[in-house]
Each structure stands twice: as structure tokens, then as C-alpha cells.
């Protein structure tokens, strides 16, 4: 009785926790769109002189992000924020290309069978290997296509199952680069919904 008591008080907890850090992430990707913002000009004059370092940059943030295993990092509101300033498709080319290949950290964790693996996410792990089972590269493709899932999960039961490592990158790669670049566009279309705004 115990046990089913705090099973329900867990979960809340868990949700409020990836709530919280939910919010966190929008605050830090709108404090930093305000700065690229702010300084539009100036770096719209930096990116005529040194367009492809920017884009670069990009990629590097987009693909140390996507390293970490289950390390939440700000690199989602970075490319964002960069979308806001650049052209949203260079820049979502950049960064589903740089966080595709970050991913195969996870691959290559699980691949050696080490699982780095918390309680909390193992139902969601095993859940992951069974779509891999059941339907390979597609299942890698889909996921990567939503934002708000830990495709680490993903990264982990692919390398788990064997599955070959160019499957896993061009599968996540197919699903990163679509996504990112309309998440960029999106924040590339906020100023105007901010015109009327005054800061």
C-alpha cells in the first residue's frame, strides 16, 4: 500500500520537475533571443564578414549538446535564439547536423553494454528497444522528429541492439535536420509577434 501511495506523489514529482525544467529552457532561450535581439545589427555585420564561423558555431553547440547522456544543456536555446538573427534554415541544417552525430555518444554506450541508465527511465528504455525490435531505423527516424522526447533512450537501445552505426546516424540525421529547421523558422518568425512590444 505503501508502494502505490507514493507512486502517484513520484510521478507528480517527476512531472514537476521536467516541468520546471521546461520553463527553464524557454526562459533561457527568450533571455537569450532578447540579447541576439538587441544586437541584431551588429551581428547581422558579423555574419556578412564571417557567415560560415557562425554557422559553425552552431554545429559545434548543436553536437556538444547532443554528447551528453541525460545531461540536460542549454544548446536548444542557443540554435533558437541564433534562428532568430540567421537564416532558420542554414541554421537548422547546422544544428540537426551537429546534434545527429552528438547522438551516436548514446550509441556507442549502449553498443559496448554499458547502460547508464536511472530507475526512473528504465519502463521508457525498454519500451525504446522494443520499437527498435519492432521496427529498426524507422523507429530512430520517428523519434527524432519530436523534440520533446530523450532520444539518449534511443542512442542507448540502437547501440544495445547492434544495430549498424551509419543506420542509426543517417536515420537520426533524416529526422534532426526537418526538425530543427522548422523549430527554427518558428523562432525565426517571432520578432513579429513581438513588433508591438517595447523593451
Not at 159 to 181: M, N, S, T, Y
Amino acid at each position: 500500500m505503501t508502494a502505490e501511495g507514493s507512486r502517484p506523489t513520484g510521478t507528480r514529482i517527476k512531472w514537476l520537475k521536467e516541468g520546471l525544467l521546461l520553463l527553464g529552457m524557454l526562459a533561457l532561450s527568450a533571455a537569450i533571443a532578447f540579447l541576439l535581439f538587441r544586437f541584431r545589427d551588429t551581428l547581422t555585420l558579423s555574419l556578412q564578414n564571417y557567415g560560415w564561423l557562425a554557422y559553425l558555431v552552431v554545429f559545434a553547440v548543436s553536437l556538444l549538446s547532443s554528447s551528453t547522456i541525460f545531461v540536460p544543456t542549454p544548446g536548444t536555446a542557443i540554435v533558437l535564439a541564433a534562428a532568430i538573427v540567421w537564416d532558420p534554415v542554414l541554421v537548422g541544417i547546422a544544428a540537426g547536423t551537429g546534434d545527429a552525430i552528438g547522438e551516436l555518444t548514446a550509441y556507442w554506450v549502449g553498443y559496448i553494454g554499458e547502460k547508464i541508465i536511472a530507475d526512473e527511465r528504465m519502463p521508457a528504455y525498454q519500451k525504446a528497444v522494443r520499437w527498435m525490435d519492432r521496427y529498426g531505423a524507422w523507429a530512430i527516424f520517428g523519434v527524432a522528429l519530436v523534440p520533446v522526447v530523450l532520444f539518449d533512450l534511443v542512442g542507448l537501445a540502437a547501440g544495445a541492439l547492434k544495430i549498424r552505426w551509419w543506420k542509426f546516424l543517417l536515420a537520426a540525421w533524416c529526422g534532426k535536420v526537418p526538425r530543427a529547421i522548422v523549430l527554427c523558422n518558428i523562432a525565426h518568425r517571432l520578432p513579429l509577434l513581438l513588433q508591438g512590444w517595447h523593451f
